[in-house]
């Protein structure tokens, strides 16, 4: 098995905002996402300080979009439910209490993503109209995060949800669209910040469907005869996790894959061996290695993607 290369991540993960490049303006609409990747990468490996705390809480809060009150990608962008959450999380790392925010900005995060609740349950992303699994588990995490879950958003939400399910025990981003490895995530997940895993009565079922998204390479896929793709390490067994079914996959084989995906020059990860390395899959690489138990990481909790020291301490939703 190849080694983890953790200094050449560092160092990549520190390139990522040193070296603004043609892509990197190209990509603003992914700016506070792509901080909250490498923070978590950074986190995961327990090198939080390699990158200056100041700087990334100035960064983040220069994405306040004080129209809509929340959190765009790019200082001058429109608030999204998707950079909001992203730019919570990262400030949650630094402070568990959110003292970063005034209470007027976290009364207006709320209101914000409560106004993006349609009546059959679901969330648009923004005022624009896009609707997804993704945004369901967005807004009960953001709400999660800051203490703020109420029964009348959790309760249609999980209703939404239950519909997405599909008879070969995945979800789908709609009802009655394919099973997806990362909308079973957003799914599974969501019912667990709500403690509602309950609902999914065949949970059998659903870890089969997910273990047999273990291809003999290793790796993970995203849905039935596609390749592998290693950011999967990190929605599959995340999944597997929540539901206590790790143990149904090959824990070793899939290090191996991952730790194939590593450029060992530049540092990083690639979404399969030899291709171009990206923050994203280098985060979902880290976090994915350390749900396997493999030495040198910290513990991550699986339904929020963020360190368990984070999440330890917040109050658990009870109906």
Known sequence: MEAFLKQKHIDYVKSQEEHRSYEYWLSEHLRMNGIYWGIMALATMDELSALPRAEVEKFVLSCWDDKYKAFGAFPGHDAHILSTLSGLQILKIYDSELKQLTNEQKQGVVKFIEGLQL?????????????????????????????????????????????????????????GSESHAAQVFVCVAALAVVDRLDLVVDDAKLAAWLSERQLPSGGFNGRPEKLEDVC????????????????????????????????????????????????????????????????GFIKIDPIFCLPCEVTMGMIKWKD
Request: include cysteine; aromatic fraction near 12%.
């Open 232 to 295: 999967y390490s990190w929605w599959v067994l995340s999944s597997l996790a929540i539901i206590d079914k790790k143990h149904w996959v090959d824990l070793k084989k899939l290090q191996s894959f991952i730790l194939s995906c590593q450029d060992p020059e530049k540092g990083g990860f690639s979404d399969r061996p030899d291709n171009q390395t990206d923050i994203y899959h280098t985060c979902f690489s880290i976090t994915g290695l350390a749900l396997t138990d493999a030495p």
């Open 119 to 175: 009546s059959d349950g679901s969330f648009q992303g923004d005022r624009f109209g896009e609707v997804d699994t993704r945004f369901v588990y967005t807004a009960l995490q953001a709400l999660s995060l800051l203490g703020a879950l109420t029964k009348s958003v959790v309760d249609p939400s999980v209703e939404f949800i239950m519909r997405c399910q599909n008879f070969d025990g995945g979800f789908g981003m709609a009802p």
